[in-house]
């Protein structure tokens, strides 16, 4: 693999569109939105799970910078105030803070699509181009009605109603783990990883998509704007129903706990050394902001 990969920012920020043309504007948002911080957890994730299987090849790349632009489209968007009306996302302005409602919305519409185009470089990349179709299916059920989008719908829906654990469960699982789900299983795929082991590969992001999620409820309450880089007591305001308003502090420490154990104990039933892996899924259970 080029050592090129390792270098995750710079790998990423390769695969972003020039600021040039008449749409320079909706381009500058894109580019604004992608590079204002973040761990990058997901495009992480996937490259770990694409060398857990021996994969060697760059064609892992654009599927790690489409993942991001997913990801990040999802922020731009819920920070309008039509969704959760913020101005603040990693210590920055929001997209639509800066540069106005309207190129907010089309800038993440712009990084939906890209990431798809994106993706497709894979095809030119490979020796498998199978595995890559196959990734790039995952990469839209994932992203769409069935996964993050469908979650954050019903998330809209319900907000300021009180939701049952079936739910928050329905919610988090999409809204949050799809798109881990999704890096998981793709770092897997393109590395030829087995239909089982692409199962446990989802698995295994389902549980870190709860820890991660209920993490996000536990800081919104706990953590202070400079830590977090965004606004705290966000749920409160919008009048959501969280893990930690359903539960309380207490339990909410112990369940993602307990997810992010279920998530290592999955690891480990793999083959090869799951260890870089099952480090992120601590990290994500352990961490404040």
Avoid at 68 to 73: L, S
Avoid at 103 to 130: H, N, Q, R, S, V
Avoid at 238 to 262: F, I, M, P, R, S
Wanted: hydrophobic share 40%; proline share 3%.
């Amino acid at each position: 693999m080029n050592t090129t990969i390792l270098n995750m920012e710079e790998t990423l920020a390769s695969y972003l569109p020039g600021e040039e043309g008449l749409q320079k504007t909706v381009l500058e948002a894109m580019n604004y939105s992608f590079l204002a911080g973040g761990k990058r957890v997901r495009p992480r994730l996937m490259l770990e799970a694409y060398r857990l299987f021996g994969g060697e090849e760059e064609a892992v790349a654009p599927f790690m910078a489409a993942m991001e632009m997913i990801h990040t489209y999802s922020l731009v968007h819920d920070d309008l105030p039509a969704m959760d009306n913020d101005t603040l996302r990693r210590g920055k302005t929001t997209t639509w803070a800066k540069y106005g409602e309207d190129m907010g919305i089309l800038a993440g519409d712009a990084l939906l699509t890209y990431a798809f185009e994106t993706a497709a470089k894979a095809f030119d990349m490979t020796k498998y181009p199978e595995r890559a179709a196959k990734a790039i299916g995952v990469l839209a059920n994932k992203a769409g009605i069935y996964g993050m989008a469908g979650g954050q719908s019903v998330d809209v829906e319900l907000t300021g109603k009180g939701l049952t654990e079936e739910q928050m469960l329905f919610i988090y699982r999409l809204k949050t783990g799809a798109l881990l789900e999704a890096s998981l299983m793709i770092g897997g795929i393109l590395a030829g990883a087995s239909e089982k082991e692409t199962g446990i590969l989802e698995r295994v992001g389902a549980c870190m998509g709860l820890a991660f999620q209920i993490r996000d409820d536990i800081l919104d309450v706990t953590s202070t704007e400079e830590e977090l880089g965004k606004p705290i007591g966000s749920d409160e305001r919008n009048l959501k129903t969280t893990w930690v308003t359903t539960y309380g502090l207490e339990q909410a420490e112990k369940d993602v706990e307990k997810y992010t154990e279920e998530a290592a104990a999955l690891l480990a039933s793999l083959p090869g050394d799951p260890g870089p892996l099952t480090e992120w899924v601590r990290k994500i259970g352990k961490r404040k902001n």
